[in-house]
C-alpha cells in the first residue's frame, strides 16, 4: 500500500510559479506510475500529467503542455510538480495518484490505485 501527500499549494498572482510536491510512504514508490489531476469547483476531476516509474516518460495535458514539469526522485519517494506562468484558470484542488502500470490508461482517473488529499492551488490578482 502507498500513502500520498501533497504540498505546497497556494495563492499566486497570474504569471506565477508553483511547484507542488507528492510524498509517498513505503518503499514501492519506484514500482509506481504518478499522476497529476487537478478538480475546479463544479467541474469534474481532470488530468494534468503523469510520469512513469522511472522517470524518463511524461504525459501532459495540452491546457498544460509547455508551462508544467512533472519530475520523480525515487530514493526521496516524493514526485513534484512544477507549475509556471499560471493563469486563473490553473485554480483547482491538485492531486497526486500512483498506478502499478505505465499505458494510455494513465490520463483516466478510475485506473489509480493510490490517491493523496489534494492541495489547493489559487491563481489570482
Known amino acids: 500500500q502507498v500513502q500520498l501527500v501533497e504540498s505546497g499549494g497556494g495563492l499566486v498572482q497570474p504569471g506565477g510559479s508553483l511547484r507542488l510536491s507528492c510524498a509517498a510512504s513505503?518503499?514501492?514508490?519506484?514500482?509506481?506510475?504518478v499522476g497529476w489531476f487537478r478538480q475546479a469547483p463544479g467541474k469534474e476531476r481532470e488530468f494534468v500529467a503523469a510520469i512513469n516509474l522511472s522517470g524518463d516518460n511524461t504525459v501532459y495535458a495540452n491546457s498544460v503542455k509547455g508551462r508544467f514539469t512533472i519530475s520523480r526522485d525515487n530514493p526521496r519517494n516524493t514526485a513534484y510538480l512544477q507549475m509556471d506562468i499560471l493563469t486563473p484558470e490553473d485554480t483547482a484542488v491538485y492531486y497526486c495518484?500512483?498506478?502499478?502500470?505505465?499505458?494510455?490508461?494513465?490520463?483516466?482517473?478510475?485506473?489509480?490505485?493510490?490517491w493523496g488529499q489534494g492541495t489547493q492551488v489559487t491563481v489570482s490578482s
Open positions: 513505503g518503499r514501492t514508490f519506484g514500482t509506481y506510475a
Open positions: 495518484a500512483a498506478l502499478r502500470s505505465w499505458g494510455p490508461m494513465v490520463v483516466t482517473a478510475s485506473r489509480y490505485d493510490y
